[in-house]
């Protein structure tokens, strides 16, 4: 029963953390492109740790230091595409659409 309702909890937070900055650009009329960018990635950031440490049963202790390489590894990897995908749709916009 414990490791259910820790499940539970555990999903309905990640829940929150994925459909906040949807429902976040959703209702906001006048927000600035920074504020957007900074919710969207603490969110980016908080999902991967929560499912990190619970959907893959990886939670960190000092015996266990590579967990943490792992997971600036995989946040490195995370960076990477998404800085190339931001980085693809600026000079398609700028190359077909101007």
């Keep these: 029963m414990n ?3 820790k499940f539970l909890s ?3 937070t990640c829940f929150l ?3 906040t900055p949807f429902f976040f650009m959703l ?6 492109r920074c504020l957007v960018i900074i919710v969207s990635v ?3 950031v908080i999902r991967t740790i929560f499912h990190f440490s619970f959907f893959s049963d990886s939670y960190f202790s000092k015996e266990k ?4 390489s792992f997971l600036v590894f995989v946040m490195t990897i995370a960076l990477i595409f998404f800085s190339g995908s ?3 749709m600026y000079h398609l916009k700028i ?3 101007n």
């Design 65 to 68: 230091i590579y967990k943490i």
């Design 3 to 5: 490791q259910l309702k």
């Design 27 to 32: 209702f906001s009329t006048k927000t600035t």
């Design 10 to 12: 555990y999903s309905f």
């Design 17 to 19: 953390v994925t459909t």
């Design 42 to 44: 603490l969110a980016l």
């Design 86 to 88: 931001l980085w693809i």
């Design 95 to 97: 190359n077909m659409l």
